[in-house]
């Protein structure tokens, strides 16, 4: 029954029962961690191979030495692997280091310092600087620009992409320079930006005429069902749109091969890659071909790349499926919380009674599963509602997530035992 149709006796009987699981949950002894969507031991052994790669022929494909200096935009077959998943002519994607988080970083920084292709003059010399940040969101993003003294702007992430028409209202301000966005599988909604928000936000006149969307396109080809949702094509739809300066793509090995030892990749423009070549010099002579050299051989090619995303989907899907079933299980009937169901990504959003996401992390903590922070969804860790949480079942085992979600689910119903008794 639903909270509502349960008397006061009735919802102090329910926190009873689940205190009482809560208290032997915490005698277990659990220490689960459900923080960061980090892929599992089970996934980065898929990637085992690149281990004994490239092996002694360090040769690319020009016969190029990549044990050597220079290449700044990367391995030419690396890139051309990964063009076509991120839609951008092969000649204007840059291969990088382990971390797109990392491109990302440096384009915010070169902008502050220098201002982008079509700026009038650096943007750290702007009386203000602010960035639309659809929500929930990304926490990383959020941090890079609080790092830097950018304003966020939050506006409402939707199963389409984000509101548009408070975007619209948004870029009239011309200190408004730029806009995030996960377009396929969102964080950690897994929202898909849809082709018709993608051409609005093409066509879109800003105040600004260096506006940029950062367009951190990281779960492009993470499905967890046998439909490959396509990401809509930014780059095409604004130079249609006489905008062809206007997206900044992001993209990444990090969750494909190994996390921390993968290939990042930008893709914009010739006159932003042109821009960024020009600042990234200066930082460094070239990334690791090596490591570049080792992902295209390990690859192979796009069929390549779907292939193995194949086998991650088939150790990723079941804990997906499993978080559903067991929230549907011990939380549909009492409609205190709900949650997404993506086609694909790396998290659940679980939205439970406002005022109480604070209190459901912290006793989670207490019981052993830690959680991402309530609010990290939001600039400056600020969930206007406090019913926001991000869940990440990736690493756990099987059996460590049931365990972790079922816990989870008896703190969502203690909170909101407590407020509804508390009112």
Same mark, same amino acid.
């Given at each position: ?25 915490? =005698? ?8 960061? +969507? ?10 085992? +191979? ?12 020009? +016969? ?26 092969? +000649? ?18 070169? =902008? ?17 600087? !602010? ?5 929930? &969101? ?38 408004? !320079? ?76 990090? !969750?494909?091969?190994? =996390? ?6 930008? &893709? ?50 079941? !804990? ?16 205190? =919380?709900?949650w997404t169901e993506p086609k694909g990504g790396y998290f659940v959003s679980l939205d439970v009674i406002d005022g109480t996401a604070s209190r459901v992390i912290q006793l989670a903590g207490e019981a052993g599963v830690a959680m991402t922070p309530a609010g990290a969804a939001f600039p400056y860790g600020n969930d206007p509602r406090d019913r926001n949480i991000r869940i990440a079942p990736s690493y756990p ?27």
């Amino acid at each position: 029954m639903t909270f509502a149709a349960l008397s006061r006796d009735q919802i102090q009987t329910l926190l009873d029962e689940q205190t009482a699981a809560y208290r032997a949950a915490q =005698a277990s002894g659990l220490t689960l961690d459900l923080t960061r +969507g980090k892929p599992s031991p089970e996934q980065l052994d898929l990637s085992n +191979g690149l281990l004994s790669l490239p092996g002694p022929d360090f040769k690319d494909a020009a +016969g190029v030495d990549t044990r050597n200096y220079g290449g700044l935009t990367g391995l030419a077959e690396l890139r051309e692997i990964f063009a076509p998943i991120m839609q951008v002519p092969v +000649g204007q994607v840059v291969a990088g280091d382990n971390a797109s988080l990392a491109m990302m970083h440096d384009n915010l920084v070169f =902008a502050l310092f220098h201002g982008v292709a079509d700026s009038e003059q650096p943007w750290g010399v702007e009386e203000a600087v !602010k960035f639309i940040c659809p929500v929930p &969101g990304y926490d990383r993003h959020f941090a890079l620009l609080e790092e830097y003294g950018i304003e966020m702007l939050s506006v409402d992430l939707l199963d389409d992409g984000p509101d548009v028409d408070a975007v619209r209202e948004l870029v009239k301000d011309p200190a408004v !320079k730029g806009m995030w966005l996960v377009p396929t599988y969102s964080n950690p909604t897994g929202s898909i930006v849809s082709e018709a928000v993608a051409a609005e936000l093409a066509a879109m006149e800003t105040a600004a005429p260096d506006f940029r969307i950062f367009w951190d396109n990281a779960y492009a080809v993470h499905h967890l069902t046998e439909q490959q949702t396509k990401t809509a094509d930014i780059l095409g739809l604004c130079a249609a749109s006489g905008h062809p300066n206007r997206p900044v793509i992001f993209a990444s090995t990090s !969750k494909i091969t190994f =996390a921390g030892s993968g290939v990042c990749f930008l &893709g914009s423009s010739a006159d932003n890659v042109a821009w960024y070549l020009s600042h990234l010099g200066k930082r460094t002579i070239g990334p690791d071909k090596v490591n570049h050299l080792r992902h295209a051989r390990h690859l192979g090619d796009v069929d390549g790349v779907h292939a193995l995303m194949d086998r991650h989907r088939a150790v990723l899907a079941p !804990k997906f499926r499993a978080v559903v079933d067991i929230l549907q299980t011990r939380l549909g009937e009492h409609a205190v =919380a709900s949650w997404t169901e993506p086609k694909g990504g790396y998290f659940v959003s679980l939205d439970v009674i406002d005022g109480t996401a604070s209190r459901v992390i912290q006793l989670a903590g207490e019981a052993g599963v830690a959680m991402t922070p309530a609010g990290a969804a939001f600039p400056y860790g600020n969930d206007p509602r406090d019913r926001n949480i991000r869940i990440a079942p990736s690493y756990p085992s099987p059996e460590e997530l049931a365990a972790a979600i079922d816990v989870l689910a008896t703190c969502v119903l203690i909170a909101a035992a407590e407020q509804a008794l508390a009112q």
